[in-house]
């Protein structure tokens, strides 16, 4: 198994900026890509960014231009830098980490943007 620890959510102004981090332990042997996904009130968790291992990434849409995913695979730890924040971008937000027969989550944290 995997267990995800997140850290780094909060409250901010819009245009400003956050950085989450998600720390991995346990099988992380097992671990081909971590990403964040992100679930606003009413609506289906989506994608934000995500990472492979040998660095690769993608984004969803929205966050294009305005967030970085990074990883340190020493640390174990993937990061999401986000920049030029909207209100828009509130929501709570998860991490994830997959690959061989793992699937795993994190248990959350809550991004508040005020407009």
């Known amino acids: 198994q995997v267990q995800l620890v997140e850290s780094g959510g909060g409250l901010v102004q819009a245009g400003g900026s956050l950085r989450l981090s998600c720390a991995a332990s346990g099988r992380i042997f097992s671990i081909n890509a971590m990403g964040w996904y992100r679930q606003a009130p009413g609506k289906q968790r989506e994608l934000v960014a995500a990472?492979?291992?040998?660095?690769?990434?993608n984004y969803g849409d929205s966050v294009k231009g305005r967030f970085t995913i990074s990883r340190n695979n020493a640390k174990n730890t993937v990061y999401l830098q986000m920049n030029s924040l909207k209100f828009e971008d509130t929501g709570v937000y998860y991490c994830?980490?997959?690959?061989?027969?793992?699937?795993?989550w994190g248990q959350g944290t809550q991004v508040s943007v005020s407009s």
């Open positions: 990472i492979t291992s040998g660095g690769n990434t």
């Open positions: 994830n980490a997959n690959g061989r027969s793992i699937n795993a």
